[in-house]
């Protein structure tokens, strides 16, 4: 068990049988009467945002959460399907639930899903990804009024700024947190 004094920003709480975290924290005392710890809770399944005030002694659940690695294998139009790279049971995730991380996502990425209770609700990508360039325009010599960079649309859709002498069809390198180039990679 927590208790409020336990709170922090980043805190994965259960509140009525769903995960919340924590995504803003604030410690008040004020002078007379007891700490108070105001705080703003996001629900990991909905992603729906509010804020409620905590007193201090009291109890909460810790959020019952596992990362499990598995390996994306399709997308069927609706959901996205994840393979348990241990036991070979499939997950499907909504588009809803993997959010921006669609446009970084390619067939056989190994990826952490996050798991509620046994059913799947999020998913973290690794914080590199490796892409093939499927359009960017010829770089022309001497050309530098656009900037030292130009847009390049990778395999997945997502269109990355890069530098001049990356060509279409070359393999790179994005940061998937940022979705920004890193670095061409040789091979």
């Not at 010829?138 to 130009?150: F, V």
């Not at 990355?160 to 180039?181: A, H, I, K, S």
Request: charged share 25%.
């Amino acid at each position: 068990m927590l208790e409020s004094g336990d709170l922090r920003k980043g805190t994965k709480i259960e509140i009525d049988g769903e995960p919340y975290v924590i995504v803003q924290f604030e410690f008040v005392k004020p002078g007379k009467g007891q700490a108070l710890y105001k705080c703003k809770l996001k629900n990991m399944i909905t992603g729906a945002q509010f804020d409620r005030t905590y007193r201090s002694g009291e109890k909460f659940t810790p959020a019952d959460l596992e990362e499990v690695t598995m390996e994306y294998l399709y997308f069927d139009g609706e959901n996205y399907c994840f393979m348990n790279n241990s036991n070979y049971e499939q997950e499907m995730l909504s588009a809803a639930q993997v959010g921006d991380a669609k446009t970084l996502l390619k067939d056989n990425t190994v990826c952490n899903v996050l798991m509620f209770q046994g059913r799947a609700i999020g998913l973290t990508l690794p914080n590199f990804v490796e892409l093939r360039i499927t359009k960017a325009e010829p770089w022309a010599k001497g050309d530098t009024a656009s900037g030292s960079t130009k847009p390049a649309t990778l395999e997945t859709g997502h269109v990355v700024q890069v530098p001049p002498f990356v060509n279409e069809g070359e393999l790179v390198r994005v940061d998937t947190r940022t979705g920004l180039y890193v670095e061409r990679v040789k091979g």
